[in-house]
């Protein structure tokens, strides 16, 4: 018997579960995105926040100033760094590791791990955008087995090491 023919893939499935999400734009995973002297003077011209770094070197600090919600206001003209980041969850739901549902239950994990750490950090912490995992490293403000260390092993575990094959 014939195997029965592989359905497409949907295309727009990491799409939505981006646009649920936001989490890489939001700071969780990263503190910045490198830029290359066009994409400065193009993010700058778009009214999005760039920061020097001490070495010189100007980049895109995240949280994102262009996040809107969990969407990207300057879609069509983020950089390539942005273009080419899909993260693990991302990755499993493309081979049909994860369905979008599993996916999205991922993404809603990570969100709530997060949110306990931000309601760790005591009120009048600087944020400035960042995300409440930087404020919390960067001040030292949540230390030991807490919120923290579990956020970053459940991001670390699910959205940036490659996952074994089902
Ligand atoms: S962390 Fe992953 S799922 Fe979330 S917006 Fe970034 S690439 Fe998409
Ligand atoms: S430019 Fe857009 S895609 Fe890139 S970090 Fe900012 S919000 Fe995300």
């Not at 023919?5 to 727009?12: C, H, R």
């Not at 960067?138 to 030991?144: F, T």
């Amino acid at each position: 018997m014939d195997r029965a023919p592989t359905p497409p893939i949907d295309a727009d499935l990491v799409s939505k579960l981006c646009l649920a999400c936001g989490l890489c734009c939001a700071g969780a995973l990263f503190t910045h995105v490198t830029l290359s002297a066009e994409e400065v003077a193009r993010l700058r011209a778009l009214g999005v926040r760039v920061r020097k770094k001490r070495n010189g070197a100007v980049v895109l600090p995240l949280g994102c100033s262009a996040l809107e919600g969990a969407r990207c206001s300057v879609y069509d003209g983020r950089p390539a760094g942005c273009r080419a980041f899909v993260c693990e969850v991302g990755r499993a739901l493309e081979g049909r590791a994860l369905t979008l549902e599993a996916a999205l239950a991922e993404v809603r994990e990570a969100q709530r791990l997060i949110e306990a750490v931000a309601a760790e950090l005591p009120a009048g912490v600087e944020h400035q955008g960042a995300s409440p995992l930087q404020v919390a490293q960067r001040h030292g403000l949540v230390n030991g087995p807490g919120p923290l260390r579990a956020a970053q092993a459940y991001l670390r575990g699910h959205f940036l090491e490659p996952r074994a094959a089902p």
